[in-house]
């Protein structure tokens, strides 16, 4: 991958929001009497804070500005929220699933930007399970062109400069990107005029993961493996967790008097559901979900103690394989907008397994989770993978259903599953090293 960390400019780069900020400020200037700045003129403001671009057309005095600044956004909201630029959603996507870390630097005040997005930060609320941190107008006391907002995201990124790409669609980002010392991309879909000196220039969002991600345009052919992907399953295969998962699920059930038809084994039916899927099962009502899934998350806490190992080998397993020219991939049911458990299962994508992950699939990527086949489907599609030299490795009778549906042979994790006499499996590894040897064309080394 040739960037680890993508950096969004919001307004011209993720919102198509430029035409809707100038015209708002056009009726303000001429409500002023101001009929010299035109609509072109005004593109020269393009990525500067607002505050900056009122005082540089005349608006000196603290209550002059305010009143100019109240009107700009009440007639912006007016007009209603502006768009997400088509395709711009998928990329932010696929990015996050391939691993990228993501970030938003805007010249918009914070405050303005929350009513204009409709999430609960910056971003649009489309975007925002995507983006780990966000600089706005006034988190520094310098906006751009100044590298200070970018600077400061890489600090919260913990994010090197070479390893970092900031995307644009001003001069003032150009500058703003050099001058922090990272590479910067032009997104020419919202571009308004000229810039010049950006290090790549997209013509679509979908550029942007051809280059970061570096997308393999066809499927390769390993000698040495029967594969040439193997995707994992996430909790049970990789990671012993589901003792921590399932045991806060029953203990959640005693908490709102649902265990009369439940035992401590029964609830492992839904090992490899997504929780809002078990909770509707379970009959918690649509309005309480998601505070379910937050004292969920608090139990698994507390049970886990901070804490959710990997299986032994399974990391050195992935790491002979991929060291080996084999692709690997995630599908898990897990939302990745979730926080869901601290330590290394606790962040977005584990930080161990990074290094090695072409593409990992959440739950949220898909309409359907699993056992439908989608996830799988979404793998294949985007890294044009071949099903019949693709393996799924998974522990529950979900994954078993939707590696059938998808058409790809299936591995039971015999190291974490619970269910093995009860799942079709091409293989029943009882360990990460037997799985190797069983996929090897040859012993492996």
């Given at each position: 991958?040739?960037?680890?960390f993508?950096?969004?400019d919001l ?25 010299t700045?035109g609509?072109s ?9 607002g ?5 540089e057309?005349g ?5 002059r500005?305010?009143?100019?600044a109240?009107?700009?956004?009440r007639?912006v909201l007016?007009?209603g929220?502006?768009q ?10 696929e ?11 805007t ?5 303005i ?14 975007i925002e ?8 107008s ?8 100044s ?8 600090e919260?990124?913990?994010?090197g ?9 001003a001069?003032?980002?150009?500058a ?11 997104a ?12 790549y220039e997209?013509?679509?969002p ?22 040439d ?18 045991g ?7 908490r709102?008097?649902?265990r009369?038809?439940e ?15 078990t ?17 969920w ?10 804490r ?11 790491k002979?394989?991929?060291?080996k020219?084999v ?8 939302d990745w907008?979730?926080?869901v ?27 359907r989770p ?8 979404y793998y ?10 693709t ?6 009778a979900?994954d078993g ?9 299936f591995?039971?994790?015999?190291w ?8 079709r499996?091409?293989f029943?590894p ?16």
């Open positions: 991958m040739r960037f680890d993508v950096i969004f307004d011209g780069t993720i919102y198509d929001s430029l035409p809707v900020a100038m015209s708002a400020l056009l009726r303000v200037l001429r409500e002023d009497g101001n009929d700045v609509m003129d005004l593109q020269a403001w393009a990525g500067v804070p505050h900056v671009t009122l005082s057309l608006y000196k005095t603290p209550e500005m305010k009143g100019a109240d009107r700009w956004l007639y007016e007009q929220s502006a997400v630029f088509p395709g711009m959603l998928d990329a932010v996507g990015l996050f699933a391939r691993g990228v870390r993501i970030g938003i630097v010249s918009r005040d914070r405050k930007a929350h009513l204009l997005g409709g999430g609960s930060g910056v971003c649009p609320k489309e399970p995507y983006v780990e941190t966000s600089v706005a006034g988190d520094t006391e310098k906006g751009k062109p590298p200070d907002p970018i600077l400061l995201a890489l919260r990124l913990g994010a400069k070479e390893r970092t790409l900031y995307i644009g669609d001069p003032t980002d150009l703003a990107a050099h001058a922090a010392g990272v590479r910067f991309g032009l020419s879909w919202g571009a308004a005029g000229e810039v010049s000196g950006a290090d997209f013509k679509t979908s550029d942007i993961v051809a280059l970061v991600a570096g997308v393999q345009e066809r499927p390769r052919q390993n000698p040495e493996f029967l594969y992907d193997v995707v994992f399953d996430l909790d049970g295969t990789l990671y012993d967790s589901l003792s921590y998962c399932m806060a699920l029953w203990e959640l059930l005693g709102h008097g649902m009369a038809n035992t401590p084994e029964s609830v492992m039916r839904f090992a490899g559901m997504p929780l809002s899927r909770l509707a099962i379970l009959g918690i009502s649509p309005e309480k979900v998601e505070e379910t899934e937050n004292e998350c608090s139990l698994v806490r507390e049970l886990s103690q901070g959710s190992r990997m299986f032994e080998g399974t990391l050195d397993a992935v002979y394989l991929h060291g020219g692709r690997i991939g995630l599908a898990t049911s897990r907008s979730w926080e458990l601290v330590g290394p299962v606790g962040i977005r994508f584990p930080e161990e397994l990074r290094p090695y992950v072409s593409l990992a699939v959440s739950a949220d990527l898909t309409e699993k056992p439908s086949p989608d996830p799988l489907l294949l599609r985007k890294n044009n993978a071949d099903p019949k030299r393996l799924y490795v998974g522990d529950a979900t259903e939707a590696s059938e549906k998808a058409g790809i042979d591995a039971l994790a015999g974490g599953s619970r269910e093995p006499g009860e799942v499996a091409r029943r009882s360990s990460p090293e037997e799985l190797i040897r069983m996929i090897s064309v040859r012993k492996p080394d």
